[in-house]
């Protein structure tokens, strides 16, 4: 079975980089060490993701402490698209 490639946009690494430093550092080492793996080997389930209703394109969401990190997934191309990371209280709310 094929992994999934991961690409971060400009949106997900400006919201990285508005968070506080330590945080910021802090899910940048789960990325690397525990999150990336286990999305590229399966994007769609496990204890900390979860499928969000209503969002169009359909959107997956990451629960990383009191962050909520956000995806998409083209499942032809096999790549995910890391899409933004929020604090949960901001997360939720749309514009």
């Not at 400009?10 to 508005?18: D, I, M, P, V, Y």
């Not at 096999?78 to 209280?89: F, G, N, P, S, V």
């Amino acid at each position: 079975m094929f992994e999934f490639r991961i690409l971060e946009t400009t949106e997900f690494r400006k919201s990285l980089a508005k968070l506080p430093p330590a945080q910021s550092a802090f899910i940048d080492r789960k990325l690397g060490a525990h999150i990336y793996p286990q999305l590229r080997a399966q994007p769609y389930f496990g204890p900390n993701i979860g499928k969000l209703r209503g969002w169009t394109p359909e959107t997956w969401r990451y629960r990383l402490g009191r962050y909520r990190l956000f995806y998409f997934i083209d499942a032809d191309a096999r790549i995910i698209y890391m899409l933004t990371a929020d604090d949960r209280k901001d997360a939720y709310r749309r514009t």
